[in-house]
């Protein structure tokens, strides 16, 4: 199994679409690359910690790609803007790719130089590796499926319907 760690503005939404993929075995919602210690959401959202709201995705590359995780991720958030997708602003809502596997570096990189040519505008998603990562509150797990009316960025389209 390998992890990535994904930035991209509400991380509700983020868990609830990267779910629906074979191969995503598990993904928890968080805090990453931030200075404080233990945030707390209402620091977080107030931007008193430096974290981005951030999914922690573990997938089976057997399954499914790291190239094929990114393609999806970038079909979902405007990688052009900073520190906003969506009504969310802030920094704790910047966009992120954040990597414990030295090796998924060059990929990354690759894979957003690729997706600048689509964009007259720079990409400005991080691309680093995890520095630290906090589990987010356990209402905040999951929360798109415990509150389908839930708000979130990324339009129902890319949501499978799971009847």
Not at 18 to 46: C, R, W
Not at 59 to 83: A, C, G, Q, R
Not at 89 to 98: A, N
Not at 129 to 147: D, G, I, M, R, S
């Amino acid at each position: 199994m390998k992890t990535i760690y994904l930035a991209g503005g509400c991380f509700w939404g983020i868990q609830k679409y990267m779910d629906q993929f074979d191969g995503i075995i598990e993904t928890v919602v968080g805090y990453a690359n931030g200075y404080l210690d233990d945030p707390t959401y209402e620091d977080v959202k107030a931007q008193k910690s430096g974290h981005a709201e951030t999914v922690k995705i573990v997938y089976d590359e057997k399954i499914i790609s790291l190239e094929e995780i990114l393609k999806k991720f970038l079909l979902v958030i405007d990688p052009t803007s900073l520190n906003k997708q969506g009504e969310d602003e802030g920094s704790s809502y910047r966009s992120g790719i954040y990597y414990t596997d030295d090796k998924d570096s060059d990929i990354i990189v690759q894979m957003i130089q690729d997706e600048q040519k689509k964009y007259d505008r720079p990409i400005v998603v991080e691309i680093l590796p995890l520095t630290v990562f906090y589990k987010a509150e356990e209402y905040h797990q999951k929360y798109l499926e415990k509150n389908p009316e839930g708000y979130c960025h990324i339009g129902t389209c890319f949501f499978k319907n799971k009847e």
